[in-house]
């Protein structure tokens, strides 16, 4: 497992990483099964959000209570949870009251004295810079969270936020598979006429903004075809780059879905990849995607299976 020490930070994490946004059903048994194979494959990097399991703060707690870590066992992984959506209304609130709340609210769930990493989960309109850096102080000051980032952040975002907040931001968490590549595909077809591609979705050049910042990528959704709407791994609707990642995988004696992850850890942005599965046998043969170096022929034959033009 390639790993790399996240820039502004001591944190020495995994490129690839386990989300648990889809715990909340599963049995005590099946979360130590989950992490456990993540653990056995080098993977000591969670990804959690006060919003994940329905009711507030469900995820975090199932994954607390299922494994009951001891002080050494929580000091030897990462927890990174989020703040910001709140989907019964209002949507969105980075008022520092709700930040320092919902950060109260995780400690307790995860049980645990310390975050290692919070992130601003989405764009929040009516975002106050000064107020949010206020609860960061606040909490780095308490030893509450160690550091911070954000997701779904456009660069302007991130500079206006960089104005304010005295911590450096460390991570943006963005959605990214080979066939929802906008922050991608995008830069390839720049200034080309006519080519949908070439329209910025993300307020232009994330991933290239990030890299300049030392801003890791974490990679979200990273085998769903779309928004929520489904694995493209094995689906009928994409018959020419699963041909190319069965062929890959054969080639590299792997399976489809750690092609699928290397051509996210291929990138030369240091990418984090933050698995969604809940399957055991699929989060270790996702992680066989963490130094797969696929060739620049190969990764342009997915990136083009995928549906996305090279000009
Ligand atoms: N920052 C954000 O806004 C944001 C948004 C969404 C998610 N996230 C984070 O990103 C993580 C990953 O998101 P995700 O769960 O949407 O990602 P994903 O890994 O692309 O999708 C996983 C889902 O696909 C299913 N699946 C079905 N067939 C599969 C196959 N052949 N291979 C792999 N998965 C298959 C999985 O089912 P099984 O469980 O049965 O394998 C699971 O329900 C989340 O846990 C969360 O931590 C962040």
């Given at each position: 497992m390639k790993r790399i020490t996240?820039?502004?930070t001591d944190i020495d994490a995994p490129n690839v990483v386990l989300g648990l946004m889809r715990i909340a059903e599963k049995s005590d048994d099946e979360i130590r099964q989950?992490?456990?194979?993540a653990r056995d494959v080098g993977i000591d990097f969670f990804d959690h959000a006060d919003v994940y399991g329905g009711a507030l703060h469900e995820c975090e707690r199932r994954f607390s209570k299922?494994?009951?870590l001891t002080a050494s066992e929580r000091a030897a992984i990462t927890i990174q949870t989020k703040v910001g959506i709140v989907p019964d209304g209002p949507y969105f609130d980075f008022s520092a009251e709700?930040?320092?709340e919902s950060v109260d609210g995780s400690l307790a769930a995860l049980d645990t004295d310390y975050i290692d990493i919070l992130l601003l989960h989405r764009p929040d309109a009516l975002a106050e810079p000064e107020e949010i850096a206020r609860a960061?102080?606040?909490?780095?000051?308490?030893g509450k969270v160690r550091a911070f980032g954000v997701s779904n952040h456009t660069p302007r975002q991130i500079d206006l936020l960089k104005k304010y907040v005295h911590q450096p931001l460390v991570a943006n968490q963005l959605q990214l598979s080979i066939t929802h590549a906008p922050i991608i595909a995008q830069g390839v077809a720049g200034n080309m006429a006519d080519v949908t591609q070439s329209i910025t979705l993300d307020g232009g050049g994330i991933v290239d903004y990030c890299r300049v910042n030392d801003i890791?990528?974490?990679a979200w959704s990273p085998?769903?075809?779309g928004f929520f709407t489904g694995t493209f791994l094995g689906s009928p609707q994409y018959p020419a780059l699963n041909a190319v990642l069965d062929r890959l995988a054969k080639e590299y004696g792997v399976s489809?879905?750690?092609?699928?992850?290397?051509?996210?850890?291929?990138h030369p942005a240091n990418m984090q990849v933050v698995l969604g599965t809940t399957n055991p046998d699929r989060v270790r043969a996702a992680a066989e995607g963490s130094e797969i170096p696929l060739t620049r022929s190969e990764w342009y034959e997915l990136f083009r299976a995928a549906g996305y033009s090279v000009p």
């Open positions: 996240l820039p502004h989950l992490v456990s194979a299922a494994l009951s709700h930040i320092l960061f102080d606040t909490l780095h000051a308490a890791t990528i974490q085998f769903q075809a489809p879905i750690a092609i699928a992850t290397a051509w996210i850890t291929r």
